[in-house]
């Protein structure tokens, strides 16, 4: 009976797609998120804006950036599932220091681990490839993003009326939070174990890799199973065959081949200019969104003291989540060559973006510094779906 249960788990993009929707689902539904600013600034936390801009929220930025690629390459190698656990203990960690802990060190210690729970985002949109067929790609792609875009929503809504309607503390939004990223915990529980990966375990990994001739005819004559074929899941209890394990190199090896194809594979995409321009601009924006997005509350913090005036940051979220979401989906209806005109629509939505961040600055309205925030990520989530767009192009024709 287990044997069978295993095999229909396996047979089926169905199950592990609504597992991974389920996890980003309650990693993403987050009501406290909004008001992290006022809430280290308030009583519950007792920490200046000064210590919040220039001590707390750094730390975030450099953890990230430390993390990202280390982890991109382990996540690759232990084949997704155990990062999405690890992000999962980094987020229960996360708000349990949030609640619980007090001081300036343990903040930052927040926002160290929160830097954790970002670098492993990658294994969310990285491991539903490794258990669905090529055939399901766009339809789980368009489930696991639309997902995170309706809790991120939720969470904004809802943490705006408990706040303004509920007169709810912040204390307990971030209790609601913890509880939904310990569900989001037990739901990466519940994913199979991919058997391929990108770079480490990918399938015909002898066909792209350089080995030795009968190595690489051992491995790709036993590389297939009835259920890789038929819906590109592998069963979790099939191991290889002792003839496979007498064939394949040793892991380190291994693992030294598949960096030198990965660095080959880069020099070869970055050859062509145009897509080394799509990179640049896709590295420097998300750049200065991630920096954007971190120190916001802090502005709207200065422009209206969340001590003395009605604190509206979860609708603000809200619709710009919603805007963001709604621009994104607009592009794909857009009959438009975007290999021509894709870079004039780069300029003008980039010159947007830069003209609401100066908005945003000069401005000493709180509603002008809102709407400011809308049109800067409406933009910046339209440009960001151009750019996969073109990026796609450009890497097909290099």
């Known amino acids: 009976m287990m044997d069978c249960w295993k095999g229909a788990i396996c047979s089926s993009w169905i199950y592990p797609t609504l597992i991974i929707c389920a996890n980003g689902f309650f990693s993403t539904m987050r009501p406290s998120e909004s008001f992290l600013t006022p809430y280290l600034t308030g009583p519950d936390k007792n920490l200046t804006v000064e210590q919040v801009t220039n001590q707390v929220f750094p730390v975030w930025t450099y953890s990230y950036l430390a993390l990202l690629v280390p982890v991109f390459l382990i996540t690759d190698y232990l084949r997704y599932k155990p990062i999405l656990l690890l992000q999962g203990i980094s987020f229960i960690v996360t708000w349990l220091l949030l609640l619980f802990a007090h001081g300036l060190v343990a903040m930052q210690l927040v926002e160290f681990f929160y830097g954790m729970v970002t670098a492993t985002e990658v294994a969310y949109y990285a491991y539903i490839y490794s258990v669905v067929s090529a055939d399901h790609y766009q339809r789980v792609t368009s489930y696991c993003r639309s997902i995170t875009l309706v809790a991120a929503t939720l969470a904004a809504v809802l943490g705006q009326l408990l706040v303004s309607l509920a007169d709810v503390s912040y204390f307990h939004l971030n209790a609601i939070t913890l509880a939904s990223v310990s569900l989001a915990f037990v739901c990466s529980f519940l ?16 066909e792209t890799l350089p080995q030795p001739d009968k190595a690489g005819a051992g491995l790709s004559s036993n590389t297939s199973s009835s259920c890789q074929q038929d819906k590109g899941c592998a069963p979790a209890d099939t ?138 990520k409406a933009c910046y989530m339209l440009l960001i779906t151009i750019a996969t767009f073109s990026f796609t192009a450009a890497t097909l024709h290099s």
């Not at 994913?191 to 002898?206: A, D, W």
């Open 239 to 376: 191991g290889p065959t002792p003839a496979q394990q007498a064939q394949q190199p040793e892991p380190q090896h291994h693992v030294l081949r598949v960096l030198v194809q990965l660095g080959k594979d880069l020099k070869d995409c970055y050859s062509s200019r145009k897509l080394l321009y799509w990179s640049l601009w896709w590295a420097l924006a998300t750049a200065g969104f991630n920096q954007v997005v971190n120190y916001i509350q802090v502005l709207w913090d200065f422009r209206a003291p969340s001590h003395s005036s009605a604190v509206y940051n979860g609708a603000v979220e809200a619709v710009a989540t919603f805007l963001g979401s709604a621009t994104s989906m607009a592009v794909g209806y857009v009959k438009v060559n975007w290999d021509l005109t894709g870079e004039l629509a780069l300029g003008i939505f980039s010159a947007m973006d830069a003209g609401s961040l100066f908005l945003m600055y000069f401005t000493d309205n709180i509603w002008a510094c809102y709407a400011g925030y809308l049109a800067f």
């Open 191 to 206: 994913l199979p174990m991919p058997q391929k990966s990108m770079f480490f375990h990918r399938k015909g990994v002898s």
